[in-house]
């Protein structure tokens, strides 16, 4: 299994930016999928996750209605939109299998899978 998270980069505070996490390896429909952040200093946090046909999704309260997470299982991809950026949103950020279906988890432990991280820099 192999994710690849890409999308990142450098933007100012209320700017957007979409990542996308290119999966291989596995039946993609078959996961819920999600993703996770980390900011220098601190514990890795669930920022929101997709159930496997992208029907049903959850939030970290943090980002709920600025970002946006979907799925395409025909390119095996999932997608976080991030709209009005914040400068505490920077953090390395990565997507994530979770383990088994079912409803959706928030917690790291339920995720067997990682991508290699993206990094997003939101300045004042």
């Known amino acids: 299994v192999q994710l690849q998270a890409s999308g990142g980069g450098a933007v100012q505070a209320g700017g957007s930016l979409r990542l996308s996490c290119a999966a291989s390896?596995?039946?993609?429909?078959?996961?819920?999928m999600g993703w996770f952040r980390q900011a220098p200093g601190k514990e890795r946090e669930f920022v929101a996750a997709?159930?496997?046909?992208?029907?049903?999704?959850i939030y970290a309260d943090s980002v709920k209605g600025r970002f946006t997470i979907s799925r395409d299982n025909a390119k095996n991809t999932v997608y976080l939109q991030m709209n009005s950026l914040k400068p505490e949103d920077t953090a390395v950020y990565y997507c994530?299998?979770?383990?088994?279906?079912?409803?959706?988890?928030?917690?790291?432990?339920?995720?067997?899978?990682w991508g290699q991280g993206t990094l997003v820099t939101v300045s004042s």
């Open positions: 390896g596995l039946i993609f429909r078959n996961y819920n």
């Open positions: 997709i159930n496997w046909s992208g029907g049903s999704t």
């Open positions: 994530a299998r979770d383990r088994r279906a079912g409803p959706l988890r928030a917690y790291v432990v339920y995720y067997d899978y």
